[in-house]
């Protein structure tokens, strides 16, 4: 088979959540079990830092894969969803898995995956663990693709547990509220494993106090133990890098960088720095060197794109995966406090989001054209507008994105500033990201 064919047996003989949401959701591990089995159980091989969250959990897997591939070993990083190419889910010291190797998945098993009927997301998790145990990695970062108990990759018993923070999203699995979401990211707890909160939340404490009280893991919430505070961007240095102050509860202070340039990424920092800490006290042979070299260098060492990703300076245009109410909230945020003469939103979303809960947040003050990506999830642009001008939102439809996007540049001055997201499908689409 070609990559290609591979391709098209992964995309299109199983369901994929990412392109066709909830029918393809599965609610128990036995798939994942089974292709576990069938390949020698590799998860049992990996020493792994496993990773949940509704926000930042994509960032902070990146953040923890770059320090421990700048520290000298050789790390593996699992992630999802994808922006551009399927092979960006699997990567070794930041190099994504060969197409031949995805060949190789497919080809030895068609037969076990055409009998057995797994989802394209277990069928993506088994090989990664698979490629990680045979390429012999030192550490493997693993983030959860939806919740946490009954996600695919929590079969593994990891080094580490962190959970970033719980918002309200993926209700129609997860539960409709905070402390039942907590509920399903706490599902990744293990016996005796220790677990990083990265943010203490009133409504979801007591439910990490529990689980780990039950499970006998020492819990440990991040933001207790020290606060981070963006401080602007470095200046005379490119790339370009974000400045954070970093103070400790012991009242020590110090200053940080990194090439994640979102001022959201003091939420995650906290999290970040304490699980390295606790993975130093594991025996890892991690510098203060290499958590500065590697928190600084994330999109060179791990190709981590769309996090408040600047694409162009005059106007300036900034895209950004975040895309339910917390995140867009904190995108908001940090757009008020830039300066710029007009504001354009180029806008799409996926139907099966709280659209209108969204939409209340955003500015009536700014332009939007509305867009959407080539999803079967994507609501329809002409919808969202619809939806858009009922709480004030005044747009124009070009569906799409990258017109979209060269009609708001043509359109401004160079003192505007575009925004482009709403999706990370709609990020996913722009040219040359």
């Known amino acids: 088979m070609t990559y290609q064919e591979s391709l098209d047996f992964l995309y299109q003989a199983l369901p994929m959540f990412q392109r066709i949401g909830a029918s393809a959701f599965k609610k128990d591990l036995s798939n994942t079990l089974k292709l576990c089995e069938r390949l020698g159980n590799p998860q049992q091989a990996l020493r792994c830092i496993h990773i949940a969250g509704t926000n930042g959990k994509g960032s902070t897997a990146h953040a923890l894969a770059s320090v421990l591939q700048t520290a000298g070993y050789k790390t593996g990083l699992y992630t999802s969803p994808h922006l551009k190419s399927f092979r960006e889910r699997i990567k070794i010291n930041g190099t994504e898995i060969p197409e031949a190797e995805v060949c190789r998945f497919v080809q030895l098993h068609r037969d076990f995956l055409e009998g057995l009927k797994p989802s394209f997301f277990e069928m993506t998790v088994a090989m990664a663990f698979d490629y990680f145990a045979r390429e012999a990695v030192d550490y493997a970062v693993i983030e959860t693709g939806m919740g946490g108990r009954l996600d695919s990759t929590n079969v593994v018993t990891p080094l580490l547990s962190l959970i970033t923070n ?33 943010q203490t939340q009133a409504e979801t404490a007591p439910v990490f106090r529990q689980v780990a009280a039950q499970k006998k893991a020492t819990l440990l919430f991040a933001d207790e133990r020290m606060t ?6 470095a200046t005379g240095q490119l790339p370009l890098r974000a400045v954070f102050e970093v103070r400790e509860a012991n009242g020590k202070t110090w200053e940080l960088s990194m090439d994640l ?14 699980a390295l800490d606790r993975l130093k006290g594991m025996g890892l042979r991690i510098r203060e060197e290499d958590i500065r070299t590697g928190l600084a260098n994330i999109q060179a060492n791990t190709g981590l794109k769309g996090r408040w990703q600047i694409l162009h300076t005059h106007p300036r245009v900034i895209c950004d995966t975040g895309h339910n109410i917390d995140g867009l909230r904190a995108i908001l945020d ?15 979303m996926v139907a099966d989001k709280d659209v209108d809960e969204i939409l209340a947040l955003l500015p009536s003050d700014a332009s939007y054209v509305f867009c ?41 001055r160079p003192d505007d500033l575009i925004f482009v997201g709403g999706s990370t499908f709609v990020v996913a689409e722009i040219n040359g990201l």
């Open 166 to 198: 719980i918002g309200m999203d993926h209700v129609q699995f997860l539960g409709d509220s905070l402390d039942k979401i907590a509920g399903e990211k706490a599902g990744i707890i293990k016996e005796g494993v220790p677990v990083v909160i990265g």
């Open 228 to 233: 981070v505070l963006p401080k602007g961007m």
């Open 261 to 274: 340039l979102g001022d959201y990424q003091a939420r995650n920092l906290p999290a970040i720095l304490l």
């Open 334 to 348: 940090q757009l008020a406090s830039l300066t710029y003469r007009k504001l354009t939103l180029v806008l799409g």
């Open 372 to 412: 959407q990506a080539d999803q079967p999830r994507s609501m329809p642009a002409h919808d969202l507008q619809q939806k858009a001008l009922a709480q004030g939102l005044v747009g124009i439809v070009i569906a799409d994105v990258n017109e979209a996007l060269e009609f708001a540049k043509k359109n401004a």
